[in-house]
């Protein structure tokens, strides 16, 4: 329970920044709105993906008795490297093109914050994975507020000197926090790991059979929860983009559940796992599935026969378009639990 407190308390973090987002929203014009969600969007891509390609082996390796962590933390670190920076180059070297994919040039304009951005996070998600692998969850809670606390101040401070009129302008706060909470990150990460580069061949060998499969799963888990932002912001350009990242913006409420179960049943389930203990195992996917329930059905029920009510009091008419789309996202997860649980046992 300790450690649940924790894990929800921390996951309910990006739902306290999503509502300065809200705030952003109303003060920002469509297409500057829209603009800063796709932007966002290609963000967490890139996150999510590295995440499931190469970060997750920290987890499920970081349990093991009489593993070399220093090895462990230098190979899986090497392949989120590896992936994200010819990412970010390509980025660069053709910005025009991908915005004009994506049905907004200005975009392009922004892929060199977005290379800051990314660089800045890079070192709180990486030390985060070696918290979350000692179940440091009350640790983990500090750099997420670091993050994402800041990240709300900063916003809420521009909302209210009324400096917040264009994307860029809400981005390089994003930055500032990001610079912060990786700091914390790695000043946590040490008082439990030593912190170095010691490179082994046989350690990267077996993350790099590991991360085959997982990064595949990681590509399709990514594209299905982002495909279908790029692709409205393609069709429809910025003001389709910032109707739509509006409903899912309020939809990360639902991500909170999705990665609080995700924070919890990884590490539990690869440590008896590997213990042998498949009774504890099934124990521990059950009981995740049937307490998540308990909360999620009477959750979806109240926001599908209330959206119209909310949407108009918090965002005005300016967003009263994004109700059915919040209405389809809150009907369809009505399968997360199940989802989630599985694929995080799996």
């Known amino acids: 329970l300790d ?16 509502v300065a987002q809200i705030a952003v929203a109303r003060v920002l014009g469509l297409p500057e709105y829209g603009t800063y969600v796709i932007f966002q969007v290609v963000f967490n891509m890139l996150f999510s993906f590295t995440d499931n390609f190469a970060l997750q082996a920290i987890v499920k390796y970081g349990v093991e008795p009489e593993i070399d962590l220093k090895a462990l ?55 985060s994975k070696v918290l979350q692998m000692r179940f440091r969850m009350k640790d983990i809670f500090f750099v997420d507020l670091a993050n994402y606390g800041l990240g709300g101040f900063l916003l809420a401070l521009g909302l209210y000197q009324h400096v917040i009129q264009h994307s860029e302008q809400v981005i390089w706060r994003t930055v500032i926090s ?15 790991v030593e912190i170095g580069f010691s490179f082994s061949k046989a350690m990267f ?35 389709g983009a910032g109707a739509y990242g509006a409903a899912k913006n309020v939809y990360r409420l639902f991500d909170v559940l999705r990665d609080t179960i995700t924070l919890l049943v ?21 009981k995740a ?12 029920a109240v926001l599908f026969v209330f959206s119209p009510l909310f949407y108009h009091l918090v965002f005005g008419p300016k967003f009263d378009s994004s109700v059915p789309i919040f ?13 989630m649980v599985f694929i995080s046992t799996m």
Request: hydrophobic share 55%.
């Open 3 to 18: 450690k649940g407190f924790w894990a929800f308390a921390d996951r309910g973090l990006p739902f306290v920044y999503a």
């Open 205 to 239: 060998a077996r993350i790099r059979d590991f991360v085959r499969y997982q990064g595949a799963t990681g590509i399709v888990s990514v594209f299905q929860q982002n495909i279908d932002s790029l692709a409205v912001s393609s069709f429809t350009g910025a003001v």
């Open 289 to 300: 599935v049937g307490f998540l329930y308990l909360g999620l059905i009477p959750l979806i």
């Open 73 to 127: 933390i230098t190979a899986t670190s090497t392949l989120f490297f590896g992936f994200l920076l010819p990412i970010l180059v390509i980025f660069n070297l053709i910005p025009n093109s991908i915005g004009s994919l994506l049905g907004n040039p200005h975009l392009g304009d922004l892929f060199p914050l977005l290379a800051l951005y990314v660089l800045a996070s890079a070192p709180r998600v990486v030390f």
């Open 178 to 192: 990001a610079v912060v909470s990786s700091v914390v990150a790695i000043w946590f990460a040490s008082r439990h």
């Open 327 to 339: 209405r389809i996202l809150v009907a369809g997860s009505i399968v997360l639990p199940i989802q």
């Open 266 to 286: 990884f590490p539990a389930v690869s440590k008896y796992y590997s213990r042998g203990d498949k009774n504890t195992v099934r124990t521990i996917l059950e």
